[in-house]
């Protein structure tokens, strides 16, 4: 029997015969020299469904067996943070260092990162770099610092008392007093029956909410827009966006449709705005017919075109464009984000177009001045009350934050005080003039428009062509012309051809004429 192979199968236990041993597996295997039989200890679990096995027969599946890669030896994250963290001052090859290893850049190229000038402090309309010198802030940052950077010291006040208070609530699950109380304010602010009011974050969140509230009210999804439009960098926004930074994110959003602006550069519509108006009227009405009204959510306007250059609609356009979404029961959105809060010299954009009242108004940046990040979106009545008992389907954690919400209400209350809007609108005929000059005198401004405290020049070369195509490199001269304006110190936004003007509303009568002398200064470098 010894030569026979005699296996008592248990469960991952198996008795063998030396001989059989031998056949069954080649695995070196711990043999006692004058043994007749051993047993050999097998760790893998036999196969269920199966009453023999032996070692890798009828055991579950045994797999390849591979090398892991090693962790990354480049992985940095050894938990320690350095102590300069915990220094009152960096030294500029510190500084210099972060901004080429660790800033990224947004919608332009990261290289440009690191000869970016290093902003240190403000005060009033002016802005001072690291290494002390002085900027006039020539486009209130974004367009957004609208109170220039000397913090009111009542809105310094309701932000450290709500912080003090309670720093966060979350408007999912409680009410705070500010936001009664801003919302309120603004119930008040707002014409016709604009009533309800919920706070994002930032304006193209805002236009993000009023796009699904749209959809979701009219049970319609495209929106209708202009080439030249920007309403946030979110996908739907951009989507909704017209200028060349829509091309980042097309292929992610549906629905939009876009319309041709009043007030192209390469062509016009008419000679005068009532031509204009007529005839845009009658393509966008035959534009909405051959679309089909039926699925049509909303038309979408900036009151103003603003990063676009401060494009104002002819007479009559926007009032036209309400009557046809009333024919043909589309919703009127109004963006102004940039607009709003008094830039134009009246509280609201759309407030030149007499008897227009938009179903949704979103708004950000002069909000808050800037000095916190807020939002706004007010709803006419009949979309409130659809709301009452349909969810909106948008939220967000930051969304109706307290301290932003703080903030906010002492801003607001502030531009009406101080009635910043109208002041913006006494500055409009100084602005005018300055332009005026410029149009006069510099071979490199085509034409220049300014409508309270918001300007814009249109820059072109000397074949009477825009100096470049918005989204393109820049060429050598307008390279040049943007440190000119740095050394003559004047700061902002500037995204050729288009030169905004729109400094912050708190500014002296000297202050924007200095600026208008700087500009002047700076745009030798563009003459031909
Ligand atoms: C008209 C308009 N809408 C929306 C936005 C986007 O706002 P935010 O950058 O706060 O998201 C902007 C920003 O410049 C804007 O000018």
């Not at 350095?82 to 030294?91: F, L, Q």
């Not at 300007?455 to 040049?480: A, F, H, K």
Request: proline share 5%.
């Amino acid at each position: 029997m010894a030569a026979i192979a005699q296996r008592h199968v248990q469960r991952n236990r198996v008795l063998f015969s030396q001989r059989t041993m031998r056949s069954l597996t080649t695995a070196p295997v711990q043999c006692p020299a004058n043994a007749a039989t051993f047993v050999v200890e097998d760790t893998t679990p036999k196969c269920d469904v199966v009453l023999h096995s032996s070692r890798n027969v009828n055991v579950q599946y045994v797999p390849d067996q591979r090398t892991r890669p090693q962790n990354p030896i480049d992985d940095n994250s050894s938990g320690l943070v350095s102590p300069r963290h915990w220094d009152e001052d960096w030294s500029m090859q510190q500084l210099q260092e972060a901004a080429e290893n660790n800033i990224v850049a947004t919608w332009g190229s990261t290289r440009a990162v690191s000869s970016t000038r290093m902003m240190e402090r403000g005060e009033g309309v002016y802005v001072y770099d690291k290494s002390g010198n002085k900027y006039l802030d020539w486009t209130s940052q974004a367009v957004c610092a609208n109170l220039g950077h000397t913090v009111p010291p009542a809105i310094k006040e309701a932000v450290i008392r709500q912080l003090d208070k309670l720093p966060m609530v979350y408007g999912g699950t409680g009410l705070t007093e500010v936001r009664l109380r801003l919302a309120h304010l603004l119930s008040e602010l707002c014409p016709g029956d604009i009533n309800g009011f919920v706070f994002p974050t930032g304006g193209g969140e805002a236009n993000e909410a009023a796009i699904r509230i749209a959809r979701r009210f009219t049970g319609k999804h495209k929106i209708l827009n202009q080439y030249r439009s920007y309403h946030g960098g979110s996908t739907a926004t951009l989507a909704a966006t017209g200028d060349f930074r829509r091309w980042f994110a097309e292929a992610g959003a549906s629905g939009f449709v876009k319309m041709f602006n009043p007030q192209p550069f390469g062509f016009k519509w008419g000679s005068n705005d009532k031509e204009k108006t007529e005839i845009l009227l009658d393509m966008l009405d035959e534009q909405i017919r051959m679309e089909g009204p039926s699925t049509i959510a909303a038309i979408m306007l900036e009151p103003i075109v603003g990063a676009g250059g401060a494009l104002v609609l002819p007479a009559g356009y926007m009032q036209g464009v309400r009557a046809l979404c009333d024919k043909y029961d589309i919703l009127l959105i109004i963006d102004e984000v940039m607009m709003g809060f008094g830039r134009t010299g009246k509280f609201w954009g759309f407030q030149h177009y007499e008897g227009v009242i938009p179903d949704i108004v979103t708004s950000a940046k002069g909000l808050t001045s800037a000095y916190l990040p807020l939002a706004m979106l007010g709803m006419r009545q009949k979309i409130k009350d659809f709301f009452m008992d349909n969810p909106l389907g948008w939220g967000a954690t930051y969304a109706n934050h307290p301290v932003a919400l703080a903030c906010a209400y002492e801003v607001v209350k502030h531009v009406v005080k101080e009635n910043l809007a109208e002041r913006a609108a006494s500055f409009e005929p100084l602005m005018v003039e300055h332009m005026q000059n410029l149009v006069n005198k510099h071979s490199c401004v085509r034409q220049a428009r300014a409508v309270g405290l918001f300007g814009c020049l249109d820059l072109i070369g000397p074949d009477g062509n825009m100096i470049q195509e918005y989204q393109q490199t820049s060429p050598p001269n307008v390279v040049r012309f943007r440190k000119a304006m740095l050394d003559n110190g004047l700061y902002g936004l500037f995204r050729p051809p288009l030169l905004h003007c729109a400094p912050p509303l708190i500014i002296q009568e000297h202050e924007l004429s200095d600026g208008f002398s700087r500009l002047d200064e700076s745009l030798k470098e563009l003459d031909f």
